[in-house]
């Protein structure tokens, strides 16, 4: 008999492990706290060791025709000139930026209607003999051989397994907005500008946007500016190269979100018995790698490869967690220092840092590169 098993969360990740599962033979329900399936927020990039996954799934068609392909990636002063550029070609999937929504659709569309269920507000879960049972609000109950809690950074499930905490603060804040193409970008390029204690990236996401991004340092939480969160922005930025400022004129203020940077510290152990965690609810990520989502796709085929077939579920979940553990905490760590490096402020350390980077980042091919895309699960 195909085991059966609750995917906690809508997401990205957990569409994609549904989709992973079901298409392993697996029978899956998806349960989100939200009333409809959705997916809000900007753009995302996808890197070769996710569309690897995507391409096996049967929706990195789909992606490339709504996304933009990454050629190469450029890292520029705040007055445009280049500290380094790398190639994104040799690698057997391609690497691609899309809006958030229209990956989640992709995934979406090739779900059957059957397995998915809204407007579910997990609250619990009891382990028993055999299964797993997940509790709602309402009272509802849905019973079944394991559970994947994949409901984010502030994950229910993870809760209940590991207690609440809150996730841990990094000294900088990211604004994320979605702009029209203005023009003049050099196709397949998407870049990041580094300043003092500030940053500015760039990221063609197909059918005429650009989503952007930018940072600054200082406490968590902090308010907008009394002048409006896009005035900040512009005032920040006004001086960096084009087309930076441009971008931020071009944006509607209610398409430009906010949030602090965050990450948890990893995990001993991810799950216990039939229930484990995928996605930010077991390794939140801060974005400075691009590889958040792509963590999660990989997470989701790992676990598509080792649940068919397995006689013991709880030993196939600790088997995933052995795989995924030390890949994610490593990739959390990589992002964790190029933010810190990023977002250092003294000009002379600034200087440094540039010229380092410049030379480390010249040597083909990159070991540490090839260690995070050229990676297959």
């Known amino acids: 008999m195909s085991k059966k098993l609750i995917v906690a969360g809508g997401g990205i990740g957990g569409m994609a492990a549904a989709l992973a599962l079901h298409r392993a033979g697996l029978g899956v329900t998806v349960v989100e706290r939200a009333p409809v399936f959705g997916e809000v927020g900007a753009g995302l990039s996808l890197w070769p060791n996710a569309t690897r996954v995507l391409q096996s799934l049967g929706v990195l068609d789909e992606i490339m025709a709504r996304g933009e392909a990454v050629t190469r990636f450029n890292l520029q002063r705040p007055d445009g000139t280049s500290i380094s550029s790398i190639s994104m070609a040799g690698y057997s999937t391609p690497a691609v930026c899309v809006h958030r929504a229209d990956l989640h659709r992709a995934l979406f569309a090739l779900l059957p209607v059957a397995s998915l269920e809204a407007g579910q507000v997990m609250q619990s879960f009891a382990e028993h003999a055999g299964g797993v049972t997940a509790r709602f609000a309402g009272g509802r109950e849905i019973r079944a051989d394991g559970l994947i809690g994949a409901d984010g950074i502030h994950s229910v499930v993870r809760a209940q397994l590991h207690g609440v905490a809150p996730p841990v603060y990094r000294g900088y804040c990211i604004w994320r907005g979605i702009a029209p193409d203005l023009g003049g970008l050099v196709r397949g390029h998407i870049s990041e500008t580094w300043g003092a204690g500030r940053r500015f990236g760039i990221m063609p996401i197909g059918q005429g946007r650009i989503c952007w991004y930018a940072t600054r340092n200082g406490p968590p939480a902090q308010p907008d500016a009394p002048a409006g969160r896009k005035a900040e922005v512009q005032e920040l930025f006004h001086d960096w190269h084009h087309p930076i400022p441009a971008l931020i004129k071009a944006t509607a203020p209610a398409d430009i979100l906010k949030n602090d ?106 070991v540490q590169l090839n260690a995070v895309y050229a990676y297959e699960v």
């Not at 958040?292 to 006689?311: Q, R, S, V």
């Not at 992002?335 to 410049?358: D, L």
């Open 261 to 366: 940077a965050r990450d948890r510290n990893p995990l001993r152990a991810w799950g216990r018995g039939r229930v484990t965690l995928l996605g930010d609810a077991a390794h939140p990520i801060t974005p400075n790698v691009g590889q958040g989502a792509c963590m999660a796709i990989e997470d989701a085929a790992t676990l598509a490869k080792l649940l068919p077939g397995a006689a013991d579920l709880a030993g196939a979940f600790r088997a995933y967690e052995a795989v995924r553990g030390p890949r994610t905490a490593y990739i959390a760590r990589q992002s964790r220092r190029i933010g810190m490096i990023g977002q250092w402020e003294n000009p002379w350390v600034v200087r440094g840092r540039n010229f380092v980077t410049k030379l480390v980042l010249a040597r083909p091919p990159d």
